[in-house]
């Protein structure tokens, strides 16, 4: 099976590579750089096959994509720039990366008749309440820019193909690139003071692990909207600062410890600064993998732990 991933630059894509290459799969990467422009850790996703691809050029795809002929495209990338898709002179170029580029990519697989797995986000719903959202519910009223941008490549997905995964996310964290966690880390070193929000709730994603759901996916036929976070249960923002820097003092480092740094909660409207609205309710429902035969994610915390692991902090 040859599977062509978007965005390998990303957090995403790069673990796809690497689940593919671990599993014997033929994986093509792909990203707008001329050359793979990833993190350099020694995985296999370094010297694995790898096309630039404008995916605002339909032209671009068209070619690429027939070229390499995949059986499946796993389009990871995508603006998530939340906060700067607000901006006027950024608008239409969030667009054309998020929807027209979807849509081309898209075209290409029902020509070439192979499946789409698409990730989304949470940002599609309003957050609001504090219902889990179902994979299959169409009550979409996104928030913000981003939001709208990729609820409209889910649309172009879902009624260009029959062969398509949507798969929901939030809260996304890997190794290549930057995240919540390591934003965290890096300011609880200079700061003896931090706020975060405790008023937005939901569950992280690891790359690593969603990665593996994926390949999972994509070996199947068993096509539709999914959501995919790790398990765990569903926590703020606060409630994961707090345990990522306990679990930084259990691993020795003591610059992270309560009696040196304070995180204090505070509410969305307290902490203010964001251009994007950003929606209190994000739980996802993902039932829906174990009932067509998915091994959900690790628990968070088994990923935060792992995670740590990896990185150098």
Same mark, same amino acid.
């Given at each position: 099976? *040859?599977?062509?991933?978007?965005?390998?630059?990303?957090?995403?894509?790069?673990?796809?590579?690497?689940?593919?290459?671990?599993?014997?799969?033929?994986?093509?990467?792909?990203?707008?750089?001329?050359?793979?422009?990833?993190?350099?850790?020694?995985?296999?996703?370094?010297?694995?096959?790898? /096309?630039?691809?404008?995916?605002?050029?339909?032209?671009?795809?068209?070619?690429?994509?027939?070229?390499?002929?995949?059986? /499946?495209?796993?389009? @990871?990338?995508? !603006?998530?720039?939340?906060?700067?898709?607000?901006?006027?002179?950024?608008?239409?170029?969030?667009?054309?990366?998020?929807?027209?580029?979807?849509?081309?990519?898209?075209?290409? @697989? =029902?020509? &070439?008749? @192979? *499946?789409?797995?698409?990730?989304?986000?949470?940002? /599609?719903?309003?957050?609001?309440?504090?219902?889990? !959202?179902?994979?299959? @519910?169409?009550?979409?009223?996104?928030?913000?820019?981003?939001?709208?941008?990729?609820?409209?490549?889910?649309?172009?997905?879902?009624?260009?193909?029959?062969?398509?995964?949507?798969?929901?996310?939030?809260?996304?964290?890997? =190794?290549?690139?930057?995240?919540?966690?390591?934003?965290?880390?890096?300011?609880? *070193?200079?700061?003896?003071?931090?706020?975060? /929000?405790?008023?937005?709730?939901? #569950?992280?994603?690891?790359?690593?692990?969603?990665?593996?759901? &994926?390949?999972?996916?994509?070996? #199947?036929? =068993?096509?539709?909207?999914?959501?995919?976070?790790?398990?765990?249960?569903?926590?703020?923002?606060?409630?994961?600062? =707090?345990?990522?820097?306990?679990?930084?003092?259990?691993?020795?480092?003591?610059?992270?410890?309560?009696?040196?740094?304070?995180?204090?909660?505070?509410? #969305?409207?307290?902490?203010?600064?964001?251009?994007?609205?950003?929606?209190?309710?994000?739980?996802?429902?993902?039932?829906?993998?174990?009932?067509?035969?998915? #091994?959900? &994610?690790?628990?968070?915390?088994?990923? &935060?732990?792992?995670?740590?692991?990896?990185?150098?902090?």
């Amino acid at each position: 099976m *040859k599977v062509f991933v978007t965005g390998v630059a990303g957090q995403l894509g790069h673990d796809v590579m690497n689940e593919l290459a671990g599993r014997g799969y033929e994986g093509v990467g792909s990203d707008i750089k001329e050359e793979y422009s990833g993190i350099k850790d020694g995985t296999p996703v370094e010297s694995m096959p790898y /096309v630039p691809m404008d995916i605002t050029d339909q032209a671009s795809v068209e070619k690429v994509l027939t070229e390499v002929k995949p059986d /499946v495209v796993v389009h @990871c990338a995508a !603006w998530t720039a939340v906060d700067l898709a607000e901006d006027e002179d950024k608008k239409e170029k969030v667009h054309a990366i998020n929807v027209d580029g979807t849509k081309y990519i898209a075209q290409v @697989c =029902k020509k &070439l008749d @192979c *499946k789409m797995i698409y990730l989304s986000t949470d940002y /599609v719903f309003d957050g609001q309440g504090e219902t889990p !959202w179902d994979p299959d @519910c169409k009550d979409y009223k996104p928030l913000n820019v981003y939001g709208e941008t990729k609820l409209a490549g889910e649309l172009a997905v879902s009624e260009t193909l029959e062969k398509y995964f949507i798969v929901r996310i939030a809260w996304v964290f890997g =190794k290549n690139g930057k995240n919540f966690i390591k934003t965290m880390l890096n300011v609880g *070193k200079t700061h003896d003071t931090l706020t975060v /929000v405790d008023d937005q709730i939901g #569950t992280p994603t690891y790359t690593f692990d969603l990665a593996r759901l &994926l390949v999972d996916m994509l070996e #199947t036929e =068993k096509y539709g909207y999914y959501h995919a976070t790790n398990e765990g249960g569903y926590i703020s923002w606060y409630d994961f600062t =707090k345990e990522i820097f306990r679990q930084a003092v259990e691993m020795g480092h003591t610059e992270y410890s309560e009696d040196r740094l304070t995180v204090k909660p505070v509410t #969305t409207a307290e902490y203010g600064v964001s251009k994007a609205a950003r929606p209190f309710n994000s739980r996802l429902d993902k039932s829906k993998l174990a009932a067509n035969g998915f #091994t959900p &994610l690790p628990t968070w915390q088994d990923a &935060l732990a792992r995670y740590l692991k990896e990185i150098e902090f």
